[in-house]
């Protein structure tokens, strides 16, 4: 168990966060700016708070009030720092070798070996870190971390300086090599892909305080506030009031539409944000439209069309409004072309009520 109850000041920036995981794999998101990054050089013994309390598995490394703050090498903690921190006038296998002085020239040269075998950098152990590609860096910033059996690895944005696809590659790799050798991880990162593939556990920062924290699953499709809804990529969050509560249905009214959602803590005439992700969103085909009964189905127009990669993000004006744009709708490219949407712009939506999710909004 790790955990943190620390504040620190710095100018025009306090960090004042609270937490305690069971750190598998654990995700810090949020903006840049936002704190994370001082957090794990709290735990690392990099940088000392101001004050409270960092314990893991029931060690204090640091605790303002009885005055402990132990230093980063006894701490057993690995650190990768952003763009890896590499010794750009050792090679390879010294610089995975750094930390391991206490061991014999043999155990130490075993390890080096292990780690080089372990990482797939065969081949480049006299090589120096400008020799290496920036995936091959990273593989080495790693098995440095891991050389010295760190109780936790701490990873500050590991995949910033990687193209898409290694990105992809080396997410897989840090999951794997997490299970095989038992780690436990945390993790920083200010990129939505990352966090939500990595963190099992997902604390969000901004401003210096954690705004939520939960399973990714709860982060994701739970936001707590409309703020976080936005940070995840909620692109839909709609301005809506709560109308009439039934047993199984909580009536809305949004931009003179009702909209039935499953049942939530709101009285009526509460103002509240409608989210709903652009993912969540179901295009009906007008020739299916009577294969079961619909929740909140509506009539489309599509007003601009976006390709990214394979997806398509899709913006709508509902039939009778006034608004721009009402909702956005992001789909696979095959599905784009399966309803002929390049040709097609008139669009039937539904909403469904499973996918609906109700967060408080304070009256203008």
């Not at 960090?15 to 994370?36: Q, R, T």
């Not at 080495?140 to 590991?158: C, G, I, K, S």
């Not at 966090?195 to 210096?208: K, S």
Request: hydrophobic residues 45%.
């Amino acid at each position: 168990m790790l955990e943190v109850a620390i504040h620190k000041q710095l100018d025009g920036f306090r960090l004042d966060v609270a937490f305690a995981v069971e750190p598998a794999l654990v995700a810090l998101f949020g903006p840049s700016g936002s704190g994370k990054s001082l957090t794990l050089q709290a735990i690392a013994g990099i940088v000392t708070p101001d004050g409270g309390r960092i314990a893991l598995d029931g060690q204090p490394l640091y605790d303002h009030t009885n005055g402990i703050s132990l230093p980063p090498q006894v701490r057993r903690i690995g650190y990768v720092p952003q763009r890896y921190a590499l010794f750009p006038h050792l090679s390879v296998a010294h610089n995975i070798g750094f930390g391991l002085f206490s061991l014999s020239h043999k155990e130490r040269t075993q390890r080096i070996g292990e780690l080089i075998e372990l990482f797939s950098l065969q081949g480049l152990e006299r090589r120096r870190p400008h020799e290496i590609s920036g995936g091959q860096q990273q593989r080495v910033a790693l098995a440095r971390a891991v050389a010295v059996r760190p109780r936790l690895l701490l990873l500050d944005e590991p995949f910033t300086a990687l193209d898409a696809p290694l990105r992809t590659a080396l997410r897989q790799e840090l999951l794997q090599l997490a299970e095989r050798l038992a780690l436990k991880i945390l993790l920083v990162s200010h990129d939505l892909a990352d966090a939500f593939a990595l963190g099992q556990q997902v604390l969000v920062y901004e401003n210096g305080r954690i705004i939520q924290q939960g399973s990714r699953e709860a982060i994701f499709f739970h936001p707590a506030t409309a703020r976080v809804a936005e940070l995840v990529g909620t692109s839909n969050i709609l301005p809506a009031v709560v109308e009439r509560v039934e047993p199984q249905t909580l009536w809305l009214q949004w931009q003179g539409r009702r909209i039935a959602a499953n049942p939530a803590p709101f009285a009526p005439g509460t103002p509240v944000y409608l989210c709903v992700r652009p993912t969540q969103i179901l295009l009906v085909r007008p020739d299916r439209v009577a294969e079961r009964e619909r929740e909140n189905l509506f009539h489309g127009r599509l007003v601009n069309t976006t390709m990214q990669a394979e997806l398509y993000t899709l913006s709508v004006q509902l039939a009778g409004s006034t608004a721009a744009v009402d909702l956005e709708i992001v789909l696979p490219g095959y599905v784009y072309h399966r309803l002929a949407l390049d040709r097609e712009k008139e669009v039937l939506i539904e909403l469904r009520k499973h996918e609906l999710h109700l967060v408080p909004r304070e009256q203008p």
